[in-house]
Each structure stands twice: as C-alpha cells, then as structure tokens.
C-alpha cells in the first residue's frame, strides 16, 4: 500500500509499504480521509520530539473497518468511523479526573503510533482502550467526519471558555480552525462575532465561508480600539485567540470588556512562548484567561453530533480534496492559506 513516511524535516515521501495487520485489541481501517491542518505542515518543516522516524503521519481520519482483532467487541467489519487524535493513557490521574485532554502520559496517532495519510491503518489498542474509535453518523460523509477531530479541538476551548448567550466574541485566526470557532460560538449563543486576521486573501476566504459580522485586518488597523469602537468602548466579553501569534493574546486581554474570558486557543512558539499581560487589567477588569490542550475523546464524540445535527456544518469547509499521492500539494495550500479545509482521499 501507500503511505506518507516521514524521515526527517523536509524528507517526507510517499511510499509502498507492506499492508498492516490487525493484532489483538486493535482494529484495521481503511482511511477514507484524512483531513490536513498546520500542525502537518510543521511536522514537514521541523519534525516533532514526539515523532519518531520513519513513521506515517496524518492525525485527521476517518475510515471503515476492515478487519477487527482478538478481544475487541461491538465492531464489525465496514463500520464507518472516526478516529481520536490524541490519546490519553486512561490511567493517570488527570484521566481519573476527567481531564483527559491534559493527560500526563498523552500519546498521539502520526506521532508515536501510525497515522492516517495511507491506503490502511492501525487503531492501536491505546485507542481501543479509552473508547476513541467513534462510529460515523449516517447523515455525514467520511469528509466531514475527519474535521471533528479539529472541532473537538475547538469544544473543548469553548466549553472551558463559557461563551454565554448575547456575548461578543472575537476570534484570531482565519484558518480553518477560526472559522470552526466561529460556526461553534454562535451555536453556544453569541450575539456577534468578529474575525482578526493581518492577510486579506485569508480573512475574504474565511468570510466567504461563515460570514462573521465584521472582519478587522490588523495589519491595516488597531484592533484593539476597532474592537472597542464597534463595541460602544466596552470591549469583547469573550476573544479566542486561534494563531500562534503573541501580539494576539496581547491584543486580547486589552480589547477584553470587564468581567471577561480569554481562549488561550493557539500555542506560542517554543523560541518565544512569553508575552507581556498588562496584570492590572486583568485584575481591574476582572479577566479570565483560560487555556485550551486539544481534545478529549468525549469531545471527538461531542463534534461528530454537531456536525451530524447541523449545529456547526463543516462540509462547506472543505475546499480542497487531493489524492494520496498528491498529498505534498496538500501540504503547499495549507503553507499558502488558498483553502480553508483540505482533505487528502486514499
């Protein structure tokens, strides 16, 4: 078969590999799709520490069973399903706690395990443990069941983030993770939501898309006072901050309307992972600054029903469907932003 095989930064090739076979407490899929984000394009530039070389990458996937091995129930062959991301030991004692996402002893698919940018691939035992192999709603296509693990990313923040019914809500961030964000905070009630981004191609895409009720280029204005004007000077009630940017979460504890939250939502580069916080602001004011790690498997199980009933479509989203071997050029519109979503098809 064929997989994406990383060697090393900017060594990545699409390779025949001997088909994988299914060993106890695992299950065997076919992958139907595995949506791309920019964590994959990352991992092409720079590799990762938890990433082991050679290894499949691709961590978005969605797929039908195939085969199922020795000691796993409630499966059976041609089942679709959803596969988590990131994958909790269980054991630990954030697991005990339910706090899953913060796992200790957090491993993840693409990374420690085989990912899903092949013709097959292994739901690890590990999965299996912890109930992170989910089954696909009838309503949903495999396409729009590999953007729940992106989705789940995203409930995750915003039920730690409280987005109450009438709030403003601010997202940085154009890229798909920020329209996800956007679809999601006015399904949990938001009154208005505005869209921060500095490229203009990306914010117009975006906009396109999931039609915020303004959209604020920082790169031409500041957006903390934009933010206060449209907001009678009050500032945001809740802003997510969904790039890797420090002068965003700057930005957001300053735009920040008294009493209110902020989604730590986009990691910081580890050479520059520090910011200035105006601490009397936050005090004054009376701000919450929460951050946000990935996903739960319940948060996986969470997205799939939102996506299934219509609370947040992503098939719109989709821009951009290439084969598996194209997936390098998947890759280079995810670099460039000329799509929102991209979804590579075995």
């Not at 990458?57 to 091995?69: F, K, N, P, S």
């Not at 117009?204 to 957006?223: C, Q, R, S, W, Y």
């Not at 206060?228 to 969904?242: F, N, P, S, V």
Request: proline share 5%; hydrophobic share 40%.
């Amino acid at each position: 078969m064929k997989a994406l095989r990383f060697y090393a930064p900017e060594d990545v090739r699409i390779e025949d590999v001997p088909e994988p076979e299914v060993g106890p407490g695992e299950v065997k899929i076919r992958v139907r799709n595995c949506s791309t984000c920019g964590t994959d394009v990352k991992i092409f530039y720079n590799g990762h520490q938890n990433l082991t070389p050679p290894r499949t990458i691709g961590h978005e996937i969605a797929g039908e069973i195939v085969d199922i091995g020795d000691g796993v129930d409630g499966w059976t062959v041609g089942d679709r399903v959803q596969v988590i991301a990131a994958v909790p030991c269980g054991d630990c004692y954030e697991c005990s706690r339910g706090w899953m996402e913060v796992c200790q002893n957090q491993t993840s698919v693409g990374y420690q395990y085989e990912g899903g940018f092949a013709e097959y691939m292994i739901v690890p035992r590990e999965v299996m443990k912890v109930d992170g192999l989910n089954r696909i709603p009838d309503s949903i296509g495999f396409d729009e069941a590999s953007a729940a693990e992106p989705l789940a990313c995203a409930i995750n923040a915003q039920r730690i983030l409280g987005i109450e019914e009438g709030d403003t809500v601010v997202v940085f961030g154009a890229g798909p993770i920020g329209a996800m964000h956007i679809r999601l905070a006015r399904a949990n009630g938001a009154a208005r939501v505005f869209l921060i981004d500095v490229n203009d191609d990306r914010l117009k895409l975006t906009a396109d898309a999931v039609h915020p009720d303004e959209v604020i280029n920082g790169a031409k204005v500041d957006v903390v006072e934009k933010v206060k004007e449209l907001t009678d000077g009050r500032g945001a009630d809740a802003i997510i901050t969904a790039t890797a940017a420090n002068i965003a979460q700057e930005q957001a504890i300053s735009m920040a309307a008294r009493n209110g939250k902020i989604s730590f939502f986009g990691g910081l580069p580890k050479t520059n992972p520090t910011i200035t916080c105006d601490s009397n602001l936050v005090h004054y004011r009376q701000l919450r600054i929460f951050g946000a790690n990935g996903s739960a498997p319940a948060h996986n199980k969470m997205a799939l029903e939102y996506i299934a009933s219509g609370k947040v479509p992503v098939k719109d989203l989709i821009t951009n469907r290439v084969a598996l071997e194209n997936v390098l050029d998947a890759f280079d519109i995810v670099k460039a932003g000329t799509g929102i979503k991209v979804t590579v098809e075995p």
